[in-house]
């Protein structure tokens, strides 16, 4: 099991930036991706960016394309999502995930099985 801990939300103009950081612990070489998911108030969980482990290949939502870059330390277990030109409708509680083993990457949240708490991201204009 992965252990997943977030931070580096907080509270921030629209236009500003952000960048969160996601350390996994516990068995980090057992998953296949790592992504960032989050969720407003009322709203669904929507997938916002993944990232293969060992590969290549990073997805995003149309929505935060050219904005957000999700990227990777695989020496610190690390993942980061940051987060530039900010806008209000993207507050929401950033949560991360990592899948396992054989998995896959992509926007559904049936690919991941471990989960950590979220962090809060405030836009204001």
């Known amino acids: 099991q992965v252990q997943l801990s977030e931070s580096g939300g907080g509270s921030v103009q629209a236009g500003g930036s952000l960048r969160l950081s996601c350390a996994a612990s516990g068995s980090t070489g057992r998953f296949y991706a790592m992504a960032w998911f989050r969720q407003a108030p009322g709203k669904a969980r929507e997938f916002v960016a993944g990232?293969?482990?060992?590969?290549?290949?990073?997805v995003y939502t149309d929505s935060v394309k050219g904005r957000f870059t999700i990227s990777r330390d695989a020496v610190k277990n690390t993942v980061f999502l940051q987060m530039n030109s900010l806008k209000r409708e993207d507050t929401a509680v950033y949560s991360c995930a990592a899948g396992p083993p054989g998995g896959g990457l992509g926007p559904s949240p049936a690919l991941y099985d471990s989960w950590g708490q979220g962090t809060q991201v405030t836009v204001s204009s």
């Open positions: 990232i293969e482990w060992t590969g290549p290949r990073r």
